[in-house]
């Protein structure tokens, strides 16, 4: 199974920028998609956006779109989230999750076959 890993969280200021990292292990990812979720202390998790794999199509939830972008290297199975302008309300724990084969709604974590230990993500008003 396709073991995933977080890095690039931090503390940073309100309309400052991070880029979030989450790197497949093994052999070149190979499956549909990957998606990024966050999860706010006391909340549920929720999703923030995704990208299939082969089209480098993506998705966000609107509370994002045009501030973060989602890519990807498959050379090394690694998925970017380009987070600009944050706000404070984007502070969270983001975790990166594979889904290997097609899903239908990329916003159901139970649809997703494998996840990240997540990243801290603070930003300060």
């Known amino acids: 199974q396709v073991q995933l890993v977080e890095s690039g969280g931090g503390l940073v200021q309100a309309g400052g920028s991070l880029r979030l990292s989450c790197a497949a292990s093994?052999?070149?990812?190979?499956?549909?998609?990957m998606g990024w979720f966050r999860q706010a202390p006391g909340l549920e998790r929720e999703f923030v956006g995704f990208?299939?794999?082969?089209?480098?199509?993506?998705y966000y939830t609107d509370s994002v779109k045009g501030r973060f972008t989602i890519s990807r290297d498959n050379a090394k199975s690694t998925m970017f989230l380009q987070m600009n302008s944050l706000k404070p309300e984007d502070t969270a724990v983001y975790y990166c999750?594979?889904?290997?084969?097609?899903?239908?709604?990329?916003?159901?974590?139970?649809?997703?076959?494998?996840w990240g230990q997540g990243t801290q993500v603070t930003v300060s008003p």
């Open positions: 990208i299939r794999w082969s089209s480098e199509s993506t």
């Open positions: 999750a594979a889904a290997m084969s097609y899903i239908v709604s990329p916003k159901r974590l139970y649809d997703y076959d494998a």
């Open positions: 093994g052999r070149t990812f190979s499956g549909y998609a």
